[in-house]
């Protein structure tokens, strides 16, 4: 019963994580195109309420339930090459995550030099990351 329950609440941080890196690059695509003191002001409040507010915290439990329920059964999981697999694009996505708090960052410093376009293909990261995540626990091709 633990098991199902480490996984119920895994797959609810990660809805929640996947959520906030979804959403902060498409605020960074307004934030782009924006041009007035007022809405700069604005969007660096949302982007930072969103990065600290959720984001984060939804890492940090989806990354920790999932640790925790590696440890429940590391030999079996750790002889998967899907499960291999999937903790690389965990980490991508970490990764993603960073550069995402990284580039609010530079937002909330007036330093922003890339255009909204840049943003737009930004924002594809997560979706090709879940895409591949979820077909390979769902699926387990390898």
């Not at 965990?90 to 530079?106: E, F, N, P, T």
């Not at 840049?118 to 990261?125: D, I, M």
């Amino acid at each position: 019963m633990l098991y199902l329950w480490l996984k119920a609440l895994h797959i609810i941080a990660m809805v929640c994580w996947f959520a906030g890196l979804f959403y902060l690059p498409r605020l960074f695509v307004y934030h782009a195109m924006s041009s007035d003191a007022a809405s700069h002001e604005r969007f660096c409040i949302m982007e930072r309420k969103l990065y600290r507010g959720i984001m984060m915290p939804s890492m940090i439990a989806t990354l920790a339930l999932g640790i925790w329920l590696l440890t429940l059964n590391p030999g079996y999981y750790f002889s998967q090459g899907w499960m291999h697999a999937k903790l690389t694009l965990v980490v991508a996505l970490v990764i993603y995550h960073h550069l995402c708090g990284a580039q609010l960052k530079r937002f909330a410093r007036g330093e922003n030099s890339r255009s909204h376009v840049f943003y737009r293909w930004f924002n594809e990261a997560p979706v090709l990351a879940l895409l591949g995540i979820v077909i390979l626990v769902v699926v387990r091709p390898f």
